[in-house]
């Protein structure tokens, strides 16, 4: 099965592009594009694609007000593609499947249409989702994988399990991987939102903690938990948070 994909985006060059770095892949196919937000509307609905290459800034709608017209359940996947690192935590809250940032060389186009061949052609697999449906099974949720954050000048697509901590600070974050803090624009709820419960957890207001980076639990006064993590960090977990703990996992 081939997957068949649509390209939005307002620059005719970058649509060119992209149309040339799909051409290369045997498992893509070009089925469409639009230079607005109201016309990929149009030919989303129309086409019905498998994967969007969808750009955030265009005229008359943004990426975003293109989803949200677009409905939920989304008719497709969506992989972001923006000169812009700053939409990268909402993008995720959307769903995206994958965020691009321009401009895109063919390696890291052929490693999300890679991920892409790998998890969205089985899952179109249609009687075997038929079979789940039958036997009551229920759809899995998605959690994120990666998280896109920022790298001096760049920007890095970081997998989840790297990341140790992640500490709130007014309307941003601050995301630790080995030790070392990104910053993003978000919101700690929307973001805790999107991870899986079974690797992360909050224990304060403002800190999620991957449980995998805890190497230490102290006792701390009050009923309260201090934790020593692999980067170095120490947090408190409040007595408030507690109630967080996984199931099958104990303090004592």
Known sequence: MTLRAVVVDDEAPARAKLRR??????????????????????????????????????????????????????????????????????????????????????ERFARAVDRLLGTVKPALDIAGRLEGLLDGAPVPVRYLDRVLLPAGDAAELVRVERIDRIVASRNYLDVFVDGEAHRLRGTLDSMHGRLNPSMFVRVNRSTVVRLDAIRQVQPWPDGEQRLLLVDGGRVTWTRRYLANLPPGMSLS
């Open 21 to 106: 770095y799909l051409a290369a892949h045997d498992g893509m196919v070009w089925v469409g594009e639009a230079s607005d937000g109201p016309s990929a509307v149009g030919i989303i609905q129309r086409e019905r694609p498998d994967v969007v290459f969808l750009d955030i800034t265009m005229p008359g709608m943004d990426g975003f007000g293109v989803l949200q017209a677009l409905g939920d359940p989304l008719p497709a996947e969506v992989v972001f593609v923006t000169a812009h690192d700053d939409h990268a935590v909402r993008a995720f809250e959307v769903h995206a499947f994958d965020y691009l940032l321009k401009p895109v060389g063919p």
